[in-house]
T-cell receptor, first 116, second 113 residues
Framework: DGGITQSPKYLFRKEGQNVTLSCEQN?????MYWYRQDPGQGLRLIYY???????QKGDIAEGYSVSREKKESFPLTVTSAQKNPTAFYLC???????????????FGSGTQLSVL | QKEVEQDPGPLSVPEGAIVSLNCTYS??????FMWYRQYSRKGPELLMY????GNKEDGRFTAQVDKSSKYISLFIRDSQPSDSATYLC?????????????FGKGTTLSVSS
């Protein structure tokens, strides 16, 4: 089955700890994204990548880092600099059209991160 | 003014009711309009996709876009308890190289049996 796999489903972070959220897709999509979702806040873009070895900051990148070494994988690290990391994290992917328009996002099932 | 405005609800209706969900936007360059459905603690799934103005129907769901009023709607006919979810509108403009969709904050719908 083609799709986007996020793991783990639940993750707990201790004070001062970095944690990494996994995102893998087998849709052969060029673009991948990380969103953060807080209650009543909607989706906020953290980072996105349109091509391997390249990525751009979204609206709330501070305290987060990413890598894109393979087309299929786009892991997100929540660093100790992110002081309020408790949220639902969503990974998404899309086809990048010629004009750069990135509609039709396909989402993974999410990771709930909580602070111990 | 925010780019996309969406009433968060919650919206509660009885089974069989017609539901109307709406978003307004300010950027006249938007041409791609989507509705996503998100069940609790799950990833959003694409429900409807519309390019530019007009209507699109898929089963019990109808999406409408009125670009002159900068207003989009999603209608659900004969609503079912399984329609209980959060509905997110999303939109984008062409030639936004490297830019993702702009989402509304979502409307929570509850359909009671």
């Amino acid at each position: 089955d083609g799709g986007i796999t996020q793991s783990p489903k639940y993750l707990f972070r201790k004070e001062g700890q970095n944690v990494t959220l996994s995102c893998e897709q087998n849709l052969n999509h060029d673009a991948m994204y990380w969103y953060r979702q807080d209650p009543g806040q909607g989706l906020r873009l953290i980072y996105y990548s349109q091509i391997v070895n390249d990525f751009q900051k979204g609206d709330i990148a501070e305290g987060y880092s990413v890598s894109r070494e393979k087309k299929e994988s786009f892991p997100l690290t929540v660093t100790s600099a992110q002081k309020n990391p408790t949220a639902f994290y969503l990974c998404a992917s899309s086809i990048v059209r010629g004009g750069g328009t990135n509609e039709k996002l396909f989402f993974g099932s999410g990771t709930q991160l909580s602070v111990l | 003014q925010k780019e996309v405005e969406q009433d968060p609800g919650p919206l509660s209706v009885p089974e069989g009711a017609i539901v109307s969900l709406n978003c307004t936007y300010s950027n006249s360059a938007f041409q791609y309009f989507m509705w996503y459905r998100q069940y609790s603690r799950k990833g959003p799934e694409l429900l409807m996709y519309t390019y530019s103005s007009g209507n699109k129907e898929d089963g019990r769901f109808t999406a409408q876009v009125d670009k002159s009023s900068k207003y989009i709607s999603l209608f659900i006919r004969d609503s079912q308890p399984s329609d209980s979810a959060t509905y997110l509108c999303a939109m984008s403009s062409p030639n936004q190289a490297g830019t993702a969709l702009i989402f509304g904050k979502g409307t929570t719908l509850s359909v009671s049996s």
